[in-house]
């Protein structure tokens, strides 16, 4: 038996956020990205590889996707929105752009916005998450039918294949369904035949596998603590499985598919087992009349840092105000709730003390430019007369 128990599982940000509920635009088929995935390689030196800058996006999905501006910034925008980053980093980007006048300073400030190239692609893929197929429609599979019906329940307990972007089971189904197409958009040109497909050897980069972080991430310790998918993939007691040699730096393509072909689960800190598994909360009432009942739950008691979720399903016609030390840290995710207030205050000294900042910032400015600083200098006595007073 082994001495330590590996799980792998679906992320559920890149869906829940990043897969707009929308059918996907028909070029962001596997064709056309494979053809995208071998351009930006080519053009490596004029910002597309490694990382992808917004004029160069804006050139491919315009001018070789057709896609309209305002679209294709809404897929960068979107994706640039899952890249982790500080409290104080997106004040400052959104305070950027906050502060823009004109056409020409907004696209100035997205003209120095960069993301990951390849995790971008993946982004671009999981697009098809709601695309909806002629062929499964005509069989019942994109309708309300018996057999339509996901093992993983909706939020409201009951089964729903419609609501994908909500749906654990949703997230995995499809990364497993498409885990060839997903691992073939990260390799390099030369691993792929005359015909864009792979070949019995082909070998994954670090910086390819690094990138399925985006999606992927799991836990040795039986989910105490999480790890990323590529600190799991080198670990010596993984390496036989993962297909990684330490000799060239590579990873059998083959070898790491079957792994995660056999190991990816279901989110342990995902809606449905928040749900599932998590506290529930007596915070909201039944109101009369209505069919579906308020839930509320957390999984804060059990899960690590940056995992810890709540979550609200249904809240309708009613004011929620709670000050928690569960909702510290905590991801909150709204669902279906309507015709409601909803009020979560908690010390989260981070975010609070940085808008603050930016609150004093403001102020200051605004006395600047109405000219109120002055007066109010006035009315304040400075330290030195203030000291010769209290003498």
Same mark, same amino acid.
């Given at each position: 038996?082994?001495?330590?128990?590996?799980n792998?599982?679906?992320?559920?940000?890149p869906?829940i956020?990043?897969?707009?509920?929308?059918p996907?635009?028909?070029?962001f088929?596997?064709?056309?990205?494979r053809?995208?995935?071998?351009?930006?390689?080519t053009?490596?030196?004029?910002?597309?590889?490694?990382?992808?800058f917004?004029?160069l996006?804006r050139h491919?999905?315009?001018?070789?996707l057709?896609?309209a501006?305002?679209?294709?910034?809404?897929?960068?925008?979107?994706?640039?929105?899952?890249?982790e980053?500080? =409290?104080?980093e997106?004040?400052?980007?959104a305070e950027?752009?906050?502060?823009?006048t004109?056409?020409?300073?907004?696209?100035?400030?997205?003209?120095?916005?960069?993301?990951?190239?390849l995790?971008?692609l993946?982004?671009?893929?999981?697009?098809?998450?709601?695309?909806?197929?002629?062929?499964t429609?005509?069989?019942g599979?994109?309708?309300p039918s018996?057999?339509a019906? =996901?093992?993983?329940?909706?939020?409201?307990?009951k089964?729903?294949?419609q609501?994908?972007?909500?749906?654990d089971q949703?997230?995995?189904?499809f990364?497993?369904?498409h885990?060839?197409?997903?691992?073939?958009?990260?390799?390099?040109?030369e691993?792929?035949?005359?015909?864009?497909?792979?070949?019995?050897?082909?070998?994954?980069?670090?910086?390819?596998?690094k990138?399925?972080?985006?999606?992927?991430e799991?836990s040795?310790?039986?989910n105490?603590?999480?790890?990323s998918f590529?600190?799991?993939?080198?670990?010596?007691?993984?390496?036989?499985k993962?297909g990684y040699?330490?000799?060239?730096d590579?990873?059998?393509?083959?070898?790491l598919?079957?792994?995660?072909?056999?190991?990816?689960?279901?989110n342990p800190?995902?809606m449905?087992?928040?749900l599932?598994?998590g506290?529930?909360l007596a915070w909201?009432?039944?109101v009369?009349?209505?069919?579906k009942?308020?839930?509320?739950?957390?999984n804060?008691?059990?899960?690590?840092?940056a995992h810890?979720i709540?979550?609200m399903?249904?809240?309708?016609?009613?004011?929620?105000?709670?000050s928690?030390?569960r909702?510290?840290?905590?991801h909150v995710k709204?669902h279906?709730?309507?015709? =409601?207030?909803?009020?979560?205050?908690?010390?989260l000294?981070?975010?609070?003390?940085?808008?603050?900042?930016l609150?004093?910032?403001?102020?200051?400015?605004?006395l600047?430019?109405?000219?109120?600083?002055q007066?109010l200098?006035?009315?304040i006595?400075?330290a030195? =007369?203030?000291?010769?007073?209290?003498?």
């Amino acid at each position: 038996m082994e001495p330590y128990n590996v799980n792998l599982w679906v992320k559920s940000e890149p869906f829940i956020v990043g897969a707009l509920p929308i059918p996907p635009p028909s070029k962001f088929s596997m064709y056309y990205l494979r053809k995208m995935a071998t351009y930006v390689r080519t053009r490596a030196d004029d910002g597309c590889y490694p990382k992808l800058f917004w004029p160069l996006w804006r050139h491919i999905a315009c001018g070789k996707l057709q896609l309209a501006e305002d679209l294709a910034w809404l897929y960068f925008e979107t994706f640039d929105s899952l890249v982790e980053r500080t =409290s104080q980093e997106r004040l400052e980007r959104a305070e950027a752009m906050s502060n823009c006048t004109s056409n020409e300073e907004m696209e100035k400030l997205k003209n120095k916005m960069s993301v990951d190239t390849l995790q971008f692609l993946l982004f671009l893929y999981i697009q098809q998450l709601n695309k909806v197929s002629l062929r499964t429609s005509l069989i019942g599979e994109e309708w309300p039918s018996p057999r339509a019906k =996901s093992p993983s329940p909706d939020l409201d307990g009951k089964a729903n294949s419609q609501n994908k972007n909500w749906d654990d089971q949703a997230h995995l189904s499809f990364v497993q369904t498409h885990l060839s197409d997903l691992l073939e958009l990260l390799l390099d040109p030369e691993q792929l035949t005359a015909s864009s497909h792979t070949v019995h050897d082909s070998l994954l980069s670090p910086d390819a596998v690094k990138s399925l972080g985006l999606l992927i991430e799991g836990s040795i310790d039986r989910n105490r603590s999480v790890d990323s998918f590529f600190s799991l993939a080198i670990w010596q007691p993984l390496r036989a499985k993962s297909g990684y040699s330490k000799l060239s730096d590579m990873f059998s393509f083959n070898m790491l598919h079957s792994w995660l072909k056999n190991t990816l689960g279901l989110n342990p800190f995902g809606m449905s087992a928040c749900l599932k598994f998590g506290k529930k909360l007596a915070w909201a009432q039944q109101v009369e009349g209505t069919t579906k009942r308020a839930k509320i739950a957390c999984n804060t008691h059990m899960a690590p840092e940056a995992h810890k979720i709540l979550i609200m399903t249904q809240v309708y016609k009613q004011t929620v105000a709670k000050s928690s030390e569960r909702l510290v840290g905590a991801h909150v995710k709204l669902h279906r709730c309507c015709d =409601s207030y909803v009020y979560l205050l908690s010390p989260l000294s981070e975010q609070k003390y940085y808008f603050q900042k930016l609150v004093e910032k403001e102020f200051h400015q605004w006395l600047i430019e109405t000219g109120h600083r002055q007066e109010l200098d006035n009315l304040i006595p400075t330290a030195a =007369s203030s000291k010769q007073t209290a003498g």
